[in-house]
């Protein structure tokens, strides 16, 4: 096979590249305004890693909990973030949600209703109130759908199977003009000219062995194409571990086991049968924050308290069995595709990477980049979350900061490239990709990749210290050096892709956690176990002219008094309704 055919061109006014709900949602904002543009994904459209967010969306509408409003949803999200979350971006999100919900409950997402026909909300971890609205546990699904709808509605044009390698920029002013890649239905190159790029590809977190994400999603393609191009990242290091995934059968190992379990009532024991979070957190017990959560689990299975599958027991079976299957009903139906019936027996969980709360460094207000013409939103972004997501943050902030950025876009004066431009800046890219397509190397992408797996979970997992992350350092240098000698076939392709966006980015998240000498949310150091006030900062990590990463840090900007307020107002989760 060769890729040294004449690659197909093409032109639009904006390329939005990813096709969850970032990226719909700014679509749909583009084509109401009149603006043209294209997006285009991975896999097949409606197939994107949205679809898996199950729990919730959070919107502070107080219709459970009355007293609730934006500013202690802010103030949730803030301190949950140990205060390194940037506040406008906080802000912009804790005020907009509720208009973004409300919004999709007209497209036609079928949220849950109470009694008197609003919207419903349930408990969701480290959160004052009840805020979280759902879709029973399909709510990133329906959302996705509803997204998906609306787009085709308006008639957004969009290409599926693209796997985009490398984004063009203009050597004049360094303006990111479009991107080049390869459509994998059709084996054959494409080049996009574009008058403004946005990056909505996702996260990182698949360069773990045990994740939450699917094979070839999350692959860290926005951050590895933003670095390349110039961008400035920020908080690599901070990457969420998700208290549940499932541990069984293998091929399930890490799959998530929403959260919405715990929110409705499920209990975590230990194999000796113990409530073991009333000894971590004795007041908000399995609904304290994630990170809190996943690090009870990790020691009790390290301590030997775990089963033998190494890990604990997740158990809602004394809830009305009814209110399971009505509210649970994704659960219910996985676990008893494998013998288990959780409305009588227990699930095994086990911690499992989820979220990348590290990304490419914007401005909330636009999604603007370092880089001119270049935007990013969604998982690909850092800075709203902080150093520990809440749970139902994530799919408040695609709609949320697609909306904005689709909103700018629309404003902006963009200009095209020629062609000849395009093909130009394109050219030595497509030479490498050939190359890459016929190497006769000795090294399989999918053993690499699963070998740089077990290096992060072990190096840069949920417990760290600076000798294992030197060693991790080192160990991925010398795995970039067998990435020199690959085996690769068409099929094999899009593995060795993925491997080529991994590494760098394995590499920036293993220095930033080095950088980071002090423990803070999802980030613990065994050798640094306390929060430092003076690391009260973000990492910003960039591609020096060299190639080599290059680190620093900014200040975090300061809180809103009506914010700051809010936090000193301390509210707990009214957690006994549960029990």
């Given at each position: ?63 459970r909990d009355p007293e609730?409003?934006w500013q202690l949803h ?456 306390e929060t430092d006030s ?46």
């Open positions: 096979m060769s890729l040294t055919m004449a690659p197909e061109i093409v032109r639009t006014e904006v390329l939005i590249i990813g096709a969850g709900a970032s990226g719909l949602r700014a679509a749909i904002e583009l084509a109401a305004r009149g603006k043209e543009c294209l997006v285009i994904g991975k896999r097949q459209h409606g197939d994107a890693h949205t679809g898996w967010a199950a729990g919730g969306i959070n919107a502070s509408f107080g219709h609730d409003r802010a103030a949730d999200t803030i301190r949950e973030g140990h205060f390194i979350c940037r506040p406008e971006a906080v802000e912009f999100l804790a005020r907009e949600a509720p208009e973004r919900v409300l919004e999709l409950q007209e497209w036609g997402c079928d949220f849950a209703l109470t009694e008197d026909g609003r919207i419903d909300q349930r408990y969701f971890g480290a959160q004052c109130f009840r805020r979280t609205c759902f879709v029973g546990d399909r709510t990133g699904r329906a959302i996705l759908q509803t997204l998906v709808s609306r787009a085709e509605t308006l008639q957004v044009p969009w290409r599926e199977n693209i796997y985009i390698t490398a984004l063009l920029t203009d050597g004049r002013d360094g303006r990111v003009c479009g991107a080049a890649g390869l459509d994998l239905e059709r084996r054959r190159p494409v080049v996009f000219a574009a008058g403004a790029v946005l990056l909505a590809a996702g996260g990182y977190t698949s360069i773990f062995g045990r994740t939450t994400s699917r094979r070839n999603e999350n692959t860290a393609d926005a951050v590895a194409l933003a670095c390349r191009a110039g961008a400035v990242l920020r908080d690599m290091e901070m990457v969420q571990f998700h208290p549940t995934g499932m541990v069984a059968p293998e091929e399930m190992s890490g799959r998530l086991v929403t959260e919405a379990v715990r929110g409705e009532g499920g209990r975590l024991f230990n194999a000796d049968g113990e409530r073991f979070m009333s000894r971590f957190a004795p007041e908000e017990m399995e609904l304290a924050a994630r990170d809190v959560v996943a690090r009870a689990i990790f020691e009790e299975i390290e301590s030997g308290r775990g089963t033998p599958s190494g890990a604990v027991l997740l158990d809602i079976s004394h809830v009305d069995s009814d209110t399971v299957r009505e509210r649970l009903p994704g659960m219910v139906a996985r676990f008893a595709e494998y013998g288990i019936d959780i409305t009588r027996q227990p699930m095994e969980v086990a911690p499992t990477a989820h979220y990348a709360m590290g990304g490419i460094r914007v401005d909330f207000a636009d999604g603007a980049t370092s880089l001119p013409g270049l935007f990013a939103a969604g998982e690909a972004t850092s800075g709203l979350h902080g150093a520990n997501r809440l749970g139902g943050n994530s799919l408040a902030e695609t709609v949320v900061f697609g909306r904005r950025v689709g909103i700018h876009l629309a404003e902006l004066e963009t200009r095209l490239p020629s062609d000849g431009t395009v093909e130009a800046l394109s050219r030595d890219h497509l030479k490498f990709l050939d190359d890459l397509s016929r190497s006769e190397g000795r090294r399989r992408p999918g053993e690499l990749i699963q070998k740089l797996g077990r290096i992060l979970d072990e190096r840069c997992g949920i417990l760290r210290d600076g000798d294992g992350l030197r060693h991790g350092v080192e160990e991925v240098a010398a795995l970039r050096e067998e990435s020199a000698d690959l085996l690769v076939s068409w099929e094999d392709l899009p593995q060795a892709l993925d491997l080529r966006c991994m590494l760098p980015c394995a590499e920036a998240m293993l220095r930033s956690a080095l950088e980071r000498r002090e423990s803070r949310g999802a980030h613990f150091r065994r050798d640094f176990p003076r690391q009260e900062k973000n990492i910003l990590c960039r591609e020096g002219g060299d190639g080599v990463l290059e680190f620093s840090t900014e200040p975090v900007p300061e809180i809103s008094e009506e914010i700051r307020s809010a936090l000193e107002e301390r509210r707990i989760l009214e957690y006994g309704h549960l029990e």
